[in-house]
C-alpha cells in the first residue's frame, strides 16, 4: 500500500489525488528514517513526520522556486548563510552547486544541528560550519519552544499551535553581525527562516553585518509575526530594508521571481511565504 501510495503522491495526473496519497503515505510511514535523494544530486537522512521531512522524503524537494533561486545564486556569491537550517538541506544544496563556497547553517534547536552535520558530511560540503545558537538582537539566551513532532515550527517568539506538546529549552542566541564578521564573510548569500523571530534577526544583523550581504531569502508571514506581536510594516521599517528591493518568490520552477514593493507585501494580510531581497545598486537576478 505505501508504495502504491508513493507512486500516486509523485505522479498521479490530478493534484487532489496527489494531495491525498501524499497525507496518508506520510500518516502511515510517520517516524520512518530514510534516505531521499534530492534536487541537486544530493542525498539527505530524513524522517517522516515533520513538513520539511515529508516533502524531501516524497519529492526530494521541498520550495522548488526557493530552491531553484537559491542554486541559481549561489554560483557567484562569496558565502552561504542558512539561519534556521533546519536538517542543513538548503546548506547541502548550495553547497553541491558550488562546493568552493563557505557554509554557515546556523539552528537553535540541538537535535537539528546534529542532523544538519550528519547531511553536510553526507553530501561532502568540506566548507561547511554548523553552529548551534540562535539569531537575535544582542547577545544572551533564550527559551525555545520545540514541538514534540513538527521541529520545523520551533520558534522563540510564540509557542506552536500544531506539532503536539511543545518542550522549552533555553538556548545561547548571538546577532548576526558579528557571526559574519568574526568569519570575514562577504558577498553573503543570506537565508532566514526563523517562524515569527524576522524581526530580531533583522535588528542584529546591524550596519556592520549588512554590507556583507548581497542577497536575503527570508521567509515573510504576516501570521507568525503577529503571533511574535510584530507588524508587517514594522518589520519593513527597520533600516536594512532601505539597502534592499523585494521580488516574492513563487514556487514553481519556471518563472520563480516577481519584482515587488514592501507596500504592496505590508498590504497582503495572508502573505505567507518566502522573499528574495536584492540590493539596490545591483541588477534584477536573471533566472
Known sequence: MSRLLLLLARRAPWRALRRTAFRKYCRRNAGLALVARCRGGIRLAVEIGDSVDDQLAVYGVYEPGTTEVLRRLAVDAGAFVDVGCNLGYYGCLVGAENPALPVVAIDANPAMVERAEDNM??????????LHCGVGAEEGRLELSVPRDRHSLSSFAYVPKKGG????ITVPVRPLGPILSERALASC??????????????RGLGAGGVD?????VCEISVPNLGRAGRELAELFALPVFEEFRPFRIRETVRDPLRETSYAELADDPSQHGNVLLVRRDAAAPLL
Do not use: H, M, Q, W
Open 212 to 216: 556583507r550581504v548581497e542577497r536575503i
Open 165 to 168: 506538546p511543545s518542550e522549552t
Open 121 to 130: 558530511r553526507r553530501n561532502e560540503v568540506d566548507g561547511a560550519e554548523v
Open 189 to 202: 548569500l543570506l537565508k532566514i527562516d526563523a517562524e515569527g523571530f524576522e524581526y530580531e534577526v533583522f
